[in-house]
């Protein structure tokens, strides 16, 4: 299902329209009063568009500029300038057999979107520099914990410099900065930021089907596994390890899938598979890393069931330097006997090249 935010909805109207936000307003509430609460703002929001013969997207994919991208699209085309390439990471299927997956980011006046090449399409990597300008085409889009990626598959084109394209200039993306922050500093949705923790707690492993192709949660069909991009499949399993961490400021649940948690825990994806029925071998691994400290880096979310913030790590470093630590420590410290508030400290940011977990 393609779904696309109330403010894209508004502003398409008053484009086609020629609706003020109060006109528009009135409409939604008088459709929210006649269908009673059974549908979202949004609905209603669609059903105006629709009455005023206002089409809001192409639901069977086509060209767009990066902004239009919606979350549920398919056969997604769209043309881009390189601003990122990360490297290519291989993993081992569920049947056995080797399979690779890498992304770069590609910018056009309007935006910027995350590619994410599986199996073969990882190829293009090898030669793809920033400033290249890409043509993709028969993605769909995937929604990556609040953050759009198109997905390109054995059916997907990838084309670098194709003839005819044209994309304006971008700036190359450099190293991100990273901040360093107190756990009880944290707010919803801060991103890339890096929380120096210790383990106090760890939760046995959660299992789960995925796409062999595509890596996304796969349905129980009754007569075997089904996802929605690819249908019946043959699913790989993936996993995911939960932990509280304490800076001394306050605790909070780290949520480490697949690739970081092998980083996490130093076993290989195989190993900790295979320990889904070695429960001995679980709590081996728990005990081991109860106490441990480590340095995590991600984004906060908000736990909607739990009322309370949640960190995805997308790195793990489970053996932080000593002496970076103690570097930066004595750096606050003077900063702090020279009357100066400490401040986060830029750190060099790479992308998780091991993405995307499920």
């Known amino acids: 299902m ?30 929210l009063s006649q269908l009673a609460g059974l549908i979202s703002k949004e609905g209603a929001a669609h059903i105006v568009a629709n009455e005023l013969g206002i089409k809001l997207f192409d639901a069977n994919g086509g060209k767009f500029k990066i902004q239009d991208i919606l979350m549920g699209m398919r056969s997604v085309e769209t043309v881009g300038r390189v601003t990122q390439v990360f490297p290519t990471s291989e993993f081992t299927r569920r ?19 995350r590619v ?34 198109l997905h390109a598959n054995d059916r997907a084109v990838i084309q670098v410099n194709p003839a005819g394209e044209s994309a304006p200039e971008i700036p190359v993306r450099q190293a991100q900065a990273r901040t360093r922050k107190k756990i009880a500093d944290l707010q919803e949705n801060d991103q890339d930021v890096e929380l120096l923790g210790t383990i106090v707690q760890v939760f046995d492993p959660r299992y789960f089907e995925v796409c062999p192709d595509c890596n996304r949660r796969v349905r129980d069909a009754g ?34 899938f697949r690739n970081q948690a092998v980083n996490l825990t130093g076993r290989t994806q195989g ?58 420590l004595k750096d606050e410290i003077a900063k702090e006997e020279a009357g100066q508030k400490p401040s986060a400290q830029p750190q060099p940011f790479s992308a998780d090249a091991a993405f995307p977990p499920p």
């Open 116 to 149: 994410a090449c599986w199996g073969d399409k990882a190829d293009v990597l090898k030669g793809l520099r920033p400033g290249d300008i890409v043509k993709v085409k028969d993605t769909y889009v995937r929604d990556n914990r609040g953050r759009l990626e």
């Open 223 to 256: 007569d075997g596994f089904s996802c929605e991009q690819h249908g019946k499949v043959t699913p790989d399993l993936s996993f995911v390890f939960n932990l509280f961490i304490d800076d001394g400021s306050e605790t909070i649940r780290v949520v480490c």
């Open 271 to 328: 190993e900790i598979i295979a320990m889904r029925d070695q429960p001995e071998a679980i709590e081996a691994i728990k005990t081991d890393l109860l106490g441990n400290t480590i340095k995590v880096v991600g984004r906060a979310v908000k736990n909607e069931m739990f009322g309370r913030l949640e960190f995805i790590a997308n790195i793990v470093d489970p053996k932080p330097d000593p002496k970076d630590e103690v570097s930066r």
């Open 2 to 31: 393609i779904r696309m935010p109330y403010e894209k909805i508004i502003g398409k109207i008053k484009e086609s329209a020629k609706l003020s936000d109060q006109e528009i307003d009135e409409r939604i509430k008088l459709k």
């Open 95 to 113: 049947d056995g057999t080797p399979s690779k997956v890498g992304s770069f980011v590609i910018g056009d006046e309007t935006g910027t979107i």
